[in-house]
């Protein structure tokens, strides 16, 4: 890659490094897991819970952590993130880049499938199309929409043969961009542009979903899978950096419960517990704080309430943001949360703050009291409707949850039902609309405020789960992708963010940290600034 790109790469976040040496371990008192042999020519296990089964192992449909961890894990993109938190070439072993900074030439590693079969410039082309194909839905399209005639062919308004991706032969991928992206390379890193096996996806449409008929590219194959129980990865000996990757085995279970699996931990029969797929049962978050068994490591993500706009009362901007100002975010990050995570009075994560100090005061009762009485008048009624808050289940989300229901009713007089639901069927509700009130959060794909403004850009979009639009709001985001002065796009960007927070159809509450503790022997991990996990180069001493 030429020396230039990482200029280019200008918003590149570098928090996220391997974890060796991380946190304040105490060696004396660390259990090791059942596979850790004292005989070093025994093989490298790395046992880990996944807290839930991946809603998909496909890395085009993937979309939420526990899904893009495990793609990333079984298939491999042109560039990768690397141990210093940049993209570096992967598949992709050169890089060149037009004058005008918008047509990419990727040259492709002599790479295999893992049952043998080369890898081509024709499966990244196949891959791509058929993300942005509206017939797959792929949520994560719109991370595409760089790419020229991309947004229109997810639309319907252009056919897949204008996208502008191109196999010019087996080992030459060229690309061509609607306008200069710095940020173009990072986002080849992702889950939703990795590479897929066409004969295997055209042939058999659930070929994600059975370890039998599931075909990769990554450091690692799967070797077995029984739903909703366990997971088994093995090294994939047709990795083209098979020499890179130390463990043998990654054995995944499935247990939902936090308290069980940090028992698993400390009894052995897992290497790490909580953060970045699961959960510490916040009980237990003191007493490993105080022993120095626990690491914390922000990364950029933010929480929020989202509201759907579609039904009342949260048609009323007004009664919106009544319950974001009713929150006690401090409360809620100091007595539930108990990782070191920030209250957040923004959508954007401290990385990318386009204001430090946000947009509105953390628990401000009175205003809130006052802006729900003129919502209810506005919209001609004397009493609130039922209203449900929905998430996930996990006993973290269970908590701030009734955190929440608990400061709405002290502080609004507003009763809240809670409803909790298995992570497939939540996720499917809430793109769907099925809510009133649901929790979600976003980390970003890339570290560059658009990533987040650009959910709400339109009513319909995959993401928007609130289904807000405003047309001013789509403006500053357009003229923003056009912007060449860094500070005049900056100013965009933030008048769009201050219409966002007045209009207020999620509510942020704080800004994520992963909170975990791991066996000392395992070394590696990378967990980079965005949240990403990647076992690639994680070993197991």
Known sequence: MRKSLFVLVCFIL????????????????????????KNSTEPKVLNW?????????????????????????????????????????????????????????????????????????????????????????????????????????????????????KAIDDRTLQVTLENPTPFFIELTAHTVYLPVHKKTVVSDQNWAAEAKTLIGNGPFKIEGWDHKNKMILA????YWDKSAVKLDK?????????????????????DWAGSPMSFLPTDAMP??????????????????????????????AKIRKAFAYAINRQTIVDNVLQGGQQPALGVLPPTMALKADGYFPDNDTETAKTLLAEGMKELGISTLPPITLLFNTAEIQKKVAEA??????KNLGVEVKLENQELKVYLQNMAQGNFQVGRLGWSGAFNDPINFLELFKEKNAPNNAPHWENSEYIELLNRSGIEPDPAKRKQLLAQAEQILMNEMPVAPVYYYTYSFVHNPKVKGVLIDGLGKVDWKWADKE
């Open 14 to 37: 570098v928090l996220g490094t391997s974890l060796t040496g991380c946190g304040n371990q105490k060696e004396e008192a660390t259990p090791t897991a059942n596979n850790d042999k």
């Open 49 to 165: 819970n996944l807290h839930a089964e991946p809603p998909t192992a496909d890395p085009g449909l993937a979309f939420d952590t526990t899904a893009m961890a495990i793609a990333k894990a079984l298939f491999d993109g042109l560039t990768r993130t690397g141990e210093d938190g940049k993209p570096h070439e992967s598949v992709a072993e050169k890089i060149d880049i037009s004058p005008d900074l918008k047509t990419y030439t990727f040259t492709l590693r002599d790479t295999k499938w893992s049952n043998g079969d080369p890898l081509t410039a024709h499966d990244f082309e196949f891959a791509w199309k058929r993300v942005l194909d509206p017939k797959t839905a792929a949520q994560a399209a719109f991370l595409m929409y760089y790419i020229k005639n991309a947004e229109k062919a997810n639309k319907g308004q252009a056919s897949l043969d204008e996208i502008g991706v």
């Open 235 to 238: 090294k994939n000996e047709n």
């Open 250 to 270: 990654i054995n995944f279970s499935m247990v939902e419960d936090e308290n069980t699996e940090l028992s698993m931990y400390e009894n052995g029969d897992i």
């Open 287 to 316: 007493a490993l704080k105080e022993s120095g068994k626990l690491t914390s490591q922000p990364f950029a993500a933010t929480y929020w309430f989202a509201f759907n706009v579609e039904k009342v009362p949260f048609t009323n």
């Open 404 to 409: 929440a229901q608990d400061q709405w009713r």
